[in-house]
């Protein structure tokens, strides 16, 4: 079993509780998701089975969208529902244009600090663990890049005022952080009230299975749900190879110019998805030359079946 799986994960589990179950449903090892998304937090969890696993590292870095709910007034220590409350400030009265300066500050290439409770390395430990402990270290910033903030409601007259937004970004923004920071900025506090994932990378919520679409449609044998590797690579270009060729791809050998089909422009491209004459993706290859000027593609990643 190797693809990619659309994965609609459910508020109130873990990314990981996500690939247990479906590792335990399929009975294989090789599993695992291209982004966590918090246990509080639903939406698009990118799965990858077999050697979809291979691709992993081409799908972590797409950015995500997200519809998020931010209620005013209202701070807690994790920045989200799920922390304790920190401070509450009743009444709020909030402008709709204050609203709009303050998340214009937000776009383009902002600074973050990750939140304790993350999931963030820190000297062998989850920053969340040492938060679970009581303990508070310091976090480097980090660079990160808000594409595109829409507004889609405003609730001013609310004794606490909520907001929703579509929000696009890069791979490790937290959009509570965000949140926290917005309410900051407008100096009434605020959390993030609810967060849906509806894209990750080509990965749509329109398109996505629960798991338990995926568990019934798994014993019924229909794998419609299973999406083939190459799915998120249309980003790479792609050459076809001629048969004579296929066999030596499969056993890791480097791809001469002879055998490309149909042969190539002058302009090649240095990063490419390598085809079987009947459209079997065989390799992930890298355009490399020798110091006599040849060229030839190095297979970076060769996929067996």
Avoid at 147 to 159: A, N, T
Avoid at 252 to 261: K, Q
Avoid at 275 to 295: F, H, I, M, Q, R
Wanted: with cysteine; aromatic share 8%.
């Amino acid at each position: 079993m190797n693809g990619l799986i659309n994965v609609l994960k459910p508020p109130g589990i873990s990314s990981h509780d996500v690939i247990v179950y479906l590792r335990h449903l399929f009975k294989i090892k090789k599993i695992g998701h291209t982004g966590t998304l918090d246990p509080g937090a639903a939406g698009v969890i990118p799965v990858c089975v077999g050697q979809g696993t291979r691709v992993a590292e081409y799908l972590i870095n797409k950015p995500k969208k997200y519809r998020a709910e931010i209620t005013f007034g209202i701070r807690t220590d994790t920045f989200d529902a799920g922390g304790e409350i920190l401070e509450r400030n009743r009444g709020v009265r909030l402008e709709l244009t204050d609203v709009i300066d303050a998340l214009e500050e937000f776009k383009g290439e902002i600074k973050q600090v990750p939140p304790m409770i993350s999931a963030v390395h820190y000297k062998g430990k989850r920053l969340y663990q040492l938060a679970r402990q009581g303990k508070v270290v310091e976090r480097k910033a980090r660079r990160v890049r808000i594409y595109q903030i829409k507004i889609i409601r405003f609730q001013g007259d609310l004794p606490y005022p909520r907001l929703y937004i579509d929000l696009e970004c890069s791979k490790g923004t937290y959009v509570r952080s965000i949140c926290e920071q917005l309410g900051e900025r407008l100096g009434c506090g605020a959390h993030l009230s609810f967060l849906v994932r509806t894209k990750s990378g080509p990965f749509l919520l329109k398109e996505s299975f629960t798991l338990e679409e995926i568990k019934e449609m798994w014993e019924e044998r229909d794998l419609s749900f299973l999406l083939p590797i190459d799915y998120a690579l249309d980003h790479l270009p792609a050459l076809t190879v001629k048969e004579k060729a296929v066999r030596h791809i499969l056993n890791g050998l480097p791809l001469a110019p002879s055998g490309i089909l149909g042969g190539v422009g002058r302009e090649l491209p240095g990063f490419v998805r390598l085809y079987s004459p009947v459209g079997k993706l065989l390799a992930l290859a890298n355009l490399c030359t020798t110091c006599d000027g040849e060229w030839h593609y190095k297979l970076k990643k060769v996929f067996s079946s």
